[in-house]
């Protein structure tokens, strides 16, 4: 029994990942330009119903725990109802409803543990400090993206700059809506 | 009106700097199929100074290989604002108003002008709305290791569309991007 840890992100051309759905960014909410069409709206419909929890980094948590609680429909029941664990030592008493707050130091320690007792898929949206460090101690098994045809030119990205290559295998790829393209990765063989 | 095309290997994290280090487990017929393709329709290369004074290094020197004899006939444009003068063959400095004799050079006679790499002139020209296409050939590979990118911090903002999209076996993506049109 081991969760599968997946990283799913909307990231521009160049790799930036930061706010794509609102939040304080000089682009704020930029991936709601695009047109990702049915095809897209299904393929993060189908990855939210297949997540079995959440793994977060504090801004992500907080960005997520100020929304989705107001929210109705398919998207909130799943995103409000499912387990969500969050990175950070300086997150109290988290006020979402089942929240677990990591609140070790060491996050790689903390998630490799809860890697090792959580069954099924753990969904690490956006979380972009997390991100890094689930890379660097190669802790990711999947990363979902979706890219859009535009170059931001600044904010954070998805691959900041890490010490070691890592080889992947290209699961899945299609072009949605306008131009917007899904792309599955998995950990190489 | 000819269209200057620009041609990268690309990693998933945007890395163009240093293929050699990266690039050829991914080497196949599907990919050597591309960056012919690539060549259909052009007669001349445009370029940096930094890739210039590479090839011009390097070419003259393996005229026998595999594109020795295309590179010696191509036409080759150089961007500098330093370089004086080009001996390489069949090569010419493009200085000064760099946007006014490339805005001539498009709208003369001649095929399709190919970049491969330059990727500092490349940005230059997205901004300058002189580039007409970007062709990433997308490895899947994370480099890291602080190799440059295509896209570094600080640039500014352009909007793309995606022309043509092609998965290979091995994963690489072959991606067609041209600038949006205006729509203002």
Sequence with gaps: MAARIVVTEFVSLDGVMEAPGGEDFKYPGWS?????????????????????????????????????????????????????????????????????????GDATAQVRKLKDEFDGELQVPGSQRLVQELIGSDLVDQINLMVFPVILGTGKRAFETTPDRRTLRLAESKVVGDGVLVLVYERAA | MRKIKAHFFISLDGVVESPDQWHFPYFDDEMGAAVGAGFAGVDAMLMGRV?????????????????????????????????????????????????????????????????????????????????????????????????????????????????????????????????????D
């Design chain 2, 51 to 183: 890739l210039y004074e590479e090839w011009a290094a390097y070419w003259p020197e393996h005229a026998e290989e595999p594109f020795g004899d295309v590179m010696k006939g191509m036409k080759k444009y150089v961007v500098s604002g330093s370089l004086e003068s080009a001996d390489w063959q069949n090569a010419e400095v493009v200085s000064g108003d760099v946007a006014g004799k490339l805005g001539a050079i498009k709208a003369g006679d001649g095929g399709d002008i190919a970049m491969s790499g330059s990727a500092t002139t490349v940005r230059w020209l997205l901004r300058n709305g002189l580039l007409d296409e970007l062709n990433l050939l997308v490895h899947p590979v994370v480099v890291g290791d602080g190799l440059a990118r295509l896209f570094p911090a600080d640039e500014e903002s352009a909007p793309l569309e995606l022309r043509s999209s092609e998965t290979f076996k091995s994963g690489v993506l072959n991606l067609s991007y041209a600038p949006a049109a205006a729509t």
């Design chain 1, 32 to 104: 709601f330009e695009f047109d990702r069409g049915d095809d897209g709206n299904q393929f993060k419909l189908d990855e939210t119903m297949r997540a079995d929890g959440l793994l977060l980094g504090r801004r992500t948590y907080d960005s997520f725990a100020g929304a989705w609680p107001h929210r109705e429909g398919e998207f909130a029941d799943k995103f409000n109802s499912m387990p969500k664990f969050v990175v950070s030592t300086t997150l109290g008493e988290p006020e979402w409803n089942n929240t677990t707050v990591l609140a070790s």
